[in-house]
């Protein structure tokens, strides 16, 4: 089955810098790259999604790329702000196909003021 | 607005106890998920359902079973809980498969 790989399980950053979080994913037949964001004793949300048809994607202060020759896709997240402090999952899916999300680990983001 | 909602929040069992955790949707949605979440490991998939009275293994369906025999409705049971079981157990809906998943607000159950 699909296994995704996180990195790092934890980043620090002073508010106002950029955090990148990257993933990595085994099965070449996954095409759809959701993040989630998990806020300390919240749920997790769906903050950014991407897809295979696409390298690049971005929503205000947040931006996904994905390298699908690579394996791999990252979060960026610029100009951060103590909001963004919480826990970080990216996930991979054969989409189509009858499968459900594979996660990975998470990214425990955290800002520094 | 997707409403998630699972039945308790917080739940205690003794090894042994068959246990259900119950999920209910309001949107509609195709397909319900239940993970588990345990510090350090993700949120690891169990089993998933993408119709009514259909089911797919995730990744450790192993100790568990599930039953939908409404859509709005998911259950997770434990059919002998173990204290590794001990764990939040997440479950979610979509409308598709690749698509934005709602979570429920999670069941923290311990067994001891």
């Known amino acids: 089955g699909e296994n995704v790989e996180q990195h790092p399980s934890t980043l620090s950053v002073q508010e106002g810098d950029s955090a990148v979080i990257k993933c990595t994913y085994s099965?070449?037949?996954?095409?759809?790259f959701p993040w989630y964001k998990q806020e300390l004793g919240k749920r997790p949300q769906l903050i950014i999604d991407?897809?295979?048809?696409?390298g690049e994607k971005k929503d205000q202060r947040i931006a996904v790329t994905l390298n699908k020759t690579a394996k791999h896709f990252s979060l960026h997240i610029t100009e951060t702000q103590p909001e963004d402090s919480a826990v970080y999952f990216c996930?991979?899916?054969?989409?189509?196909?009858?499968?459900?999300?594979?996660f990975g680990k998470g990214t425990h983001l955290i800002i520094q003021p | 607005d997707v409403k998630v909602t699972q039945s308790s929040r917080y739940l205690v069992k003794r090894t042994g106890e068959k246990v259900f955790l119950e999920c209910v949707q309001d949107m509609d949605h195709e397909n319900m998920f239940w993970y588990r979440q345990d510090p350090g490991l993700g949120l690891r998939l169990i089993y998933f359902?993408?119709?009514?009275?259909?089911?797919e293994k995730g990744d450790i369906p192993e100790g568990y079973s599930v039953s939908r025999e409404k859509k709005e409705r998911f259950s997770l049971i434990l059919e002998s809980a173990s204290t590794n079981q001990t764990s939040m157990y997440l479950c979610a809906s979509s409308l598709r498969l690749a698509a934005e998943q709602y979570f429920g607000p999670g069941t923290r159950l311990t067994v001891t």
């Open positions: 991407i897809r295979s048809n696409v």
């Open positions: 996930a991979a899916s054969i989409g189509g196909g009858a499968d459900g999300l594979t």
């Open positions: 359902s993408y119709d009514v009275k259909m089911k």
């Open positions: 099965d070449s037949a996954s095409n759809y």
